[in-house]
């Protein structure tokens, strides 16, 4: 078993910056592809970004790309998500994910690629 807390959700003023982290405990962490995705009300949950176990390879969406940033400390079994320059449109509920299946030190985006799941933070940009 994987469990999974995000942290650092909150709101902010646009502009403005936020850090969120995800804890993984349980199982070997450091081994895990993990990503950040993100649900706002009425839109489906999507991918803003993503790492493999490594941390050598990340993926953005268009919309994050240049703002955030993902970065893992595998050490501290920690996942991080820098969100710079935020705007309203960031307003939502993140979530990290952990995929424990796969054994290539690969990213992922799809949802059902991932196997576990943190319960949320919800983040809220005021323009």
């Known amino acids: 078993q994987v469990q999974l807390v995000e942290s650092g959700g909150g709101l902010v003023q646009a502009g403005g910056s936020l850090r969120l982290s995800c804890a993984g405990f349980g199982r070997t962490f450091s081994m895990y592809a993990m990503g950040w995705f993100r649900q706002a009300p009425g839109k489906e949950r999507e991918c803003v970004a993503a790492i493999n176990w490594s941390g050598g390879s990340t993926y953005y969406a268009g919309s994050v790309k240049g703002r955030f940033t993902i970065s893992r400390d595998n050490a501290k079994n920690t996942v991080y998500l820098q969100m710079n320059n935020l705007k309203p449109e960031d307003t939502a509920v993140y979530y990290c994910?952990?995929?424990?299946?796969?054994?290539?030190?690969?990213?992922?985006?799809?949802?059902?690629?991932?196997?576990?799941w943190g319960q949320g933070t919800q983040v809220t940009v005021s323009s």
């Open positions: 994910a952990a995929d424990t299946r796969s054994s290539g030190n690969y990213y992922y985006t799809r949802q059902y690629q991932y196997d576990y």
